[in-house]
């Protein structure tokens, strides 16, 4: 059979056309560049999905496999009892990027220090920052987890070794983004270009573009919050939530992991706090790689992330595992969470 020759497919079904549209296709699409710092960005992300690849097998394995679950009986540098899962983790994201020669120190929630790449490996200029597991209370029951990550440029030669120039504002991030391990996996991510999220195909083991340029809604009816710190609280954020206790059409949502929480969000709209409290003014969350690259999406959505005073991008922070207030999501909601803290 002779298939006449054109350049016209011949099949109308474009479902192949999104099944290619891989994570380094999309990077490069975005940078509208084959240049080697679009190439060096797309290969970047490109090893952060395996790293989402190789945990979310760990994780869909983790009851049956030994010694994947529970805790190691030690503590990270946030005084947190560690996980297993939170050590493979870390673990997998230095093996992904150790040879990559892409980057030249990685920092995490789980290392006191940035992990800086042995002299015998290929450097790159970029630094990733990121949480390996956020939601780690979720992993014995099952329950919804996360990586969130953010990707820097080294800033001068970092003589001292103590990566001081990672003490910036948000905005000098370059891209950011995370992994949702729930009933699929998700890489959601944004270089600056608008928040696309990509859904992993186990069958093609690929993450494949799922929702382009996604927005989100000016509000929604989602307050996500642990309200088991009321007490705690500032009287300005016991009255936002009183406020909302009186007020019809709220839903609380709240999954003990903020990759979760802020996923359901980026989408529907609506507001995650997670306040200072008396004992902790400065709260939970990290600055670096949890509330800086969520808020990195969030702008980029339209959204908005703030300590309460001031917009989180803003926020300097004064060591590597500094914490902040978070308030994050929908621009409307935001706003009136800060004219409790206003007034
Ligand atoms: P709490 C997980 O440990 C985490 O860092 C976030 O993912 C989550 O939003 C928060 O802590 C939950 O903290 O105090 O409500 O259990």
Redesign the pocket.
């Known amino acids: 059979m002779v298939i006449a020759q054109s350049n016209t497919r011949l099949s109308s079904d474009r479902s192949l056309d999104r099944d290619c549209t891989t994570l380094s296709r999309h990077v490069l699409g975005q940078l509208k560049s084959f240049g080697p710092n679009a190439q060096d960005l797309s290969a970047l992300m490109n090893r952060i999905a395996l790293a989402g690849k190789l945990i979310a097998r760990r994780l869909s394995q983790s009851g049956l496999v030994d010694n994947a679950l529970g805790f190691t009986g030690e503590t990270n540098v946030q005084g947190e009892a560690v996980k297993k899962m939170d050590i493979y983790a870390n673990d997998v994201f230095i093996s992904v990027f150790e040879q990559s020669g892409l980057v030249c120190r990685l920092a995490s929630e789980e290392m006191e220090k940035p992990y800086y790449i042995p002299e015998n490996c290929p450097l790159g200029r970029y630094t990733l920052l990121y949480d390996p597991v956020?939601?780690?209370?979720n992993l014995d029951v099952n329950l919804m987890v996360g990586s969130i990550f953010s990707i820097r440029q080294q800033e001068g030669n970092d003589e001292l070794g103590d990566a001081q120039d990672l003490l910036q504002s948000g905005h000098k991030q370059i891209g950011a983004g995370y992994i949702l391990y729930g009933p699929s996996t998700m890489l959601v991510y944004s270089i600056g270009r608008g928040v696309h999220a990509f859904t992993l195909d186990p069958s093609l083991g690929e993450f494949i573009l799922s929702h382009e340029n996604i927005v989100i809604p000016k509000h929604g009816s989602i307050y996500s919050v642990?309200e088991g710190n009321f007490c705690q609280w500032d009287t300005s954020m016991q009255e936002y939530v009183r406020y909302v206790h009186r007020t019809e059409g709220y839903s609380a949502r709240y999954s003990?992991?903020?990759v979760s929480?802020f996923h359901r969000i980026l989408f529907q709209g609506g507001v995650f706090l997670?306040p200072g409290t008396q004992s902790k003014p400065s709260g939970?969350?990290r600055l670096l790689y949890e509330a800086a690259p969520l808020a990195f999406l969030a702008d980029q959505a339209g959204g908005r992330a703030s300590d309460g005073t001031q917009p989180i991008l803003d926020v300097i922070p004064d060591h590597l595992h500094g914490r902040t207030p978070l308030i994050i999501g929908s621009s409307d909601d935001v706003a009136l969470v800060q004219s409790f803290v206003k007034s």
């Open positions: 956020d939601g780690s209370s642990n003990g992991a903020l929480d997670y939970k969350l």
